[in-house]
């Protein structure tokens, strides 16, 4: 028999055990709260056949498995920086993955989607998404941990049905800026020559690709998808997500000043953000994505809402709904099974350790490209200025926006601290500088907020020593109030 194509039987393999899961919603437990949303969504007469959960407690999975019957729920992980070199040898992401194992099973998910994106690069955390590296050796290495991750949650047992949940890779949003020097479709399909993992394509995503990449400026967005799509491992898609895109609150007001050039005037620089309505564009993008016969094995459909109010996403999923409800009814979305090889010894294994080692230099450099603090030259950045023209937003808005107001203003959190910070001239700015001045050691699983109430402690103690002590009494006021809010009480149906 020809096993020519290893990666790809052993992923139809395990496709095939897959059932069509429909149409769905990817949301986060708590916000919106998941049970009202339920109760307001069976109200339109509009349940959804899935929901996707963002990752939470394992208790909190176990108690939305409860509450919401037979209803099929898929798991949207995070924390496993599979794009990150050498990672899958550190007792933390041998943690990561365990919880993630533990968190398919609360849900008894079919699936682990997971960004083909990190959080942490090179000692330096981020507090939401940076793509890879789009080249050949960064491809590689996502292939061998992807595989690696695949495996291991393998050994961890199959699910109450007898089958082994899948590893999907989300292709990530771009956010002003495009770092590498191969096309993302072919950094995709050396992901899949290599490893049996699936995909989720984001429609939203592929509209920053078109906007952030400047294919805008060149070609229309119609012929875009279609060249992407052609190049693109299609038939590894297993979901699609559909989410809204907005201008970030961070550089709103500097684009409002700003004069505005010809060829920045052509499309908004809209980004990822799944609390914005979604624009009609993405479903023409849809429509277009759904027709090629090359999407074979596709099996959930679903908009990402979380941070949505509800009655948005009701009115959405309603129309969502009444657009795509034939999508599954057409039929077979199965490629033909073949036969699986004797395929884990060849899989996943082509990062050499000096290939790693090139790429952990090459993070080190896209760091110091991502702060500001050299140009984005070198053997891993193209040379189409294009890529990365609008990479300033990144590093002098968006960056310094997310260390002091996402996932937790830092004026609100550390009332008393900031109010004597102030007292004392010292500047919130600072903070940031602090915060990526040198790498720095993770100790725990990823979690942004626990991460800034640490760090802020320290940077108080190092301004200020004589206030530090209020910010560590601050900080353990939110530690608790934290955890609390992430324990589940379970809801009456
Ligand atoms: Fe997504």
Redesign the pocket.
Known sequence: MDCGEPAHREFLSRVETIPLHGLGL?VDVHSPDLPSLRRSLLARQVPPAYFEIFRNTTRTLAVTRSEVGDARLTY?GEGLWMTQPGVTDSELFQQAVREAGEHLHALQSAWL?H?CAAKVFAGYCYGTYLPPLYTRGSAEVVAENATAVQYQLDQQGRLLNGSRPLLLL?MPPLTYFVAGTLSIPTFFQVICDQSPCGL?L?V??LWTVYRYTGAYRTISLPRFVETFLDAFPLNRVVEI?V?GLDIHESIRAHLSQRVPRADETALPAWT?AHAAPIPPVLFEMLDQILCHPRLANLRGLAL?VDTKPAEMIVDEFAAFSRRYAAVFQKGDHNEKTVPMCESKAVLGSAASASSRGTMEEAYQRYVHVLLGKVEPRGPEWNEDPGYTHELDLYHSLYLPYEILHWSGEIADMFVESCRRLRERGVALEGFVAFWFRDPQPIAELYDFFLLKVDRFVAFVYEVAPDVGDLAAVEAEGLRQAYRLANEPIPTAQ
């Open positions: 990817s949207h989607n960004e989300e989720v984001d939203g995503h997500h989410a990822d990402e």
